[in-house]
């Protein structure tokens, strides 16, 4: 069965470092999409990705982040410069279509750990 | 905006037995519902889903229902097993492009 993969699976850095994670979404998806869960919260949607360029992003998605579908095949989520509370983890995921056209799938996560 | 709750952060039943999970949204345009199950180190993995036009729909061992008067939905897991352990979030689509996420309820199955 098609998957989502992400890496790394598990990141520590320090506070004020650039972190990129890394993402595969399934092959014939066209819609990307970033969210996060701090531990022993709920997922929380950072932004969407569609056609080469941002659809929708949450509030929490401020200019330290930013994604990029360098290739055919990755789509990246890069913090310029963490900071303590982006500590969580971070799920990407693809769909087909649109919203309500078929279903979304999700990675395994990336946890990131900000010292 | 949308928010969606859940009614229990934990619940627990025993092996075999039924479980029922509820959670509750606030926008009444909402038309597209669905419940991600989520187990320790994984991702959201899709259960089952049901679009705002129907009340009830049903998949393995799983049914959804949906009170729209209320706003107010369900999943009920027939026949519990140890395997069905895991956080159960409800989400509702919102606009184009997200889903929003409830809390989670933390189902634990009991031998």
């Known amino acids: 069965e098609p998957e989502v993969t992400q890496t790394p699976s598990h990141q520590v850095t320090q506070m004020g470092q650039e972190v990129i994670l890394r993402c595969v979404p399934i092959?014939?998806?066209?819609?990307f999409y970033w969210y996060r869960q701090i531990l022993g919260q709920k997922v929380e949607f950072l932004v969407s990705?569609?056609?080469?360029?941002?659809?929708?992003k949450s509030e929490i998605f401020d200019d330290q982040f930013s994604v990029e579908r360098p290739d055919g095949s990755n789509f990246t989520l890069k913090i310029r410069s963490t900071k303590l509370e982006d500590s969580a983890m971070y799920f990407c995921?693809?769909?087909?279509?649109?919203?309500?056209?078929?279903?979304?799938?999700f990675g395994a996560g990336s946890r990131l750990t900000v010292l | 905006g949308e928010s969606v709750g859940l009614h229990l952060p934990t619940l627990s039943v025993q092996e075999g037995d039924n479980s029922i999970i509820n959670c509750a949204y606030s926008?009444?345009?909402?038309?597209?519902f669905i419940w991600y199950k989520q187990e320790s180190g994984k991702g959201p993995q899709f259960i089952i889903d049901?679009?705002?036009?129907?009340d009830k729909r049903q998949g393995q061992r799983v049914t959804v229902l949906l009170n729209k008067t209320v706003k107010h939905l369900s999943l009920q897991i027939a026949a519990t097993q140890p395997g069905d352990s895991a956080v159960y979030f409800c989400?509702?689509?919102?606009?184009?492009?997200?889903?929003?996420f409830g809390q989670g309820t933390r189902l634990t199955i009991n031998p």
């Open positions: 926008n009444s345009a909402s038309d597209y």
């Open positions: 995921a693809s769909r087909f279509g649109g919203l309500g056209a078929n279903v979304l799938t």
């Open positions: 989400a509702v689509e919102r606009g184009a492009q997200k889903l929003v």
């Open positions: 990705f569609y056609n080469n360029e941002i659809s929708e």
């Open positions: 049901i679009r705002s036009n129907m």
């Open positions: 092959s014939n998806h066209l819609y």
